[in-house]
């Protein structure tokens, strides 16, 4: 074993000898957006199965007829599916009994901050799927613009996809590159007031939540989860939440404890099990940014 969450290693900081209290205690920095929200979600924790399907309807094609001709040939119905299958993820702490007695936190502590990077790992591979989009702008180690965004719209307009939308940015990419591009696309963006802001929709301010506001009508979200291609550059995304990815929840961030006699101490296990993937592939697009 190793890594036990023990007196003797932390005492330094958790105990009474050095801290007096629990609120002195800096905890780590987790990513705080919850991503299941702008996705399908559907919970399967009350079924004997591990895996669900999206299906998608065929698209017809109708043809001109000519008056008094019988239509004798049937137009072929096939649909598709995506199959998402649920994978566990999780870790565990031990904590000793000493540790647990005599240090300024309960053992709930512990199981809340493993809950935290339970979360952010949902999170993470939720955003990772911005990188499968087939359909793709911007273009490597150049900035994100606003042609760009407007581009991801325009994009996913033509491809016929209906709103809402959402963009999933790296903080960076919006801060660092698209807000300071607002303004060279349309030249009345380059003015100041509110009534700009209100013409572009842009609320460059974020919450913890990660959610910026709104811009030309698409929800704008950030978070520094955004991975890098084999260029380094970040691949942000947008789609449409109702029909681009998927998310499968057999069960949510569950935290566990066991009791170890002979170790004098106890496991606290915290894990979820879920499914994420792409579930329309024209309904999202990859949009590239100098990763720098």
């Not at 990513?31 to 669900?52: G, P, Y």
């Not at 565990?92 to 790992?121: C, N």
């Not at 660092?176 to 009345?188: D, V, Y």
């Amino acid at each position: 074993m190793a890594n036990e969450v023990t007196w003797s290693n932390l005492q330094g900081e958790y105990s009474y000898e050095y801290r007096l209290l629990a609120d002195s205690i800096i905890t780590a920095l987790y990513e705080s957006l919850d991503m299941r929200q702008f996705s399908i979600v559907k919970q399967i924790k009350n079924w004997a199965s591990n895996a669900e399907r999206f299906p998608k309807t065929p698209t017809l094609v109708a043809s001109g007829l000519t008056e008094g001709t019988d239509l004798v040939t049937n137009t072929a119905f096939a649909p598709t599916q995506v199959t998402l299958t649920v994978g566990e993820v999780g870790l565990k702490l031990t904590v000793t009994d000493l540790m647990a007695m005599g240090g300024i936190v309960g053992i709930a502590h512990y199981g809340q901050e493993a809950g935290k990077a339970v979360a952010e790992k949902r999170t993470t591979d939720l955003v990772a799927l911005m990188s499968g989009f087939s359909n793709s702008v911007g273009t490597t180690n150049t900035d994100i613009t606003e042609a760009f965004y407007l581009a991801a719209i325009a994009q996913l307009r033509g491809a016929k996809v209906k709103r809402p939308y959402v963009g999933v940015l790296h903080t960076t990419s919006y801060y660092s590159e698209l807000i300071g591009s607002i303004g060279s696309t349309f030249s009345a963006l380059a003015n100041t007031g509110a009534g700009v802001r209100a013409e572009s929709n842009d609320l460059p301010g974020a919450g913890d939540g990660g959610m910026v506001g709104e811009l030309y009508g698409t929800t704008v979200l950030i978070t520094p989860l955004v991975g890098e291609d084999g260029n380094s550059d970040k691949i942000n995304g947008m789609y449409n939440p109702n029909r681009a990815i998927g998310y499968v929840e057999k069960w949510a961030i569950r935290p566990e404890m066991e009791r170890k006699p002979s170790l004098r101490g106890s496991e606290v296990v915290v894990t979820a099990a879920y499914a994420v993937g792409e579930t329309d592939d024209i309904s999202g697009v990859r949009i590239v940014s100098d990763g720098v």
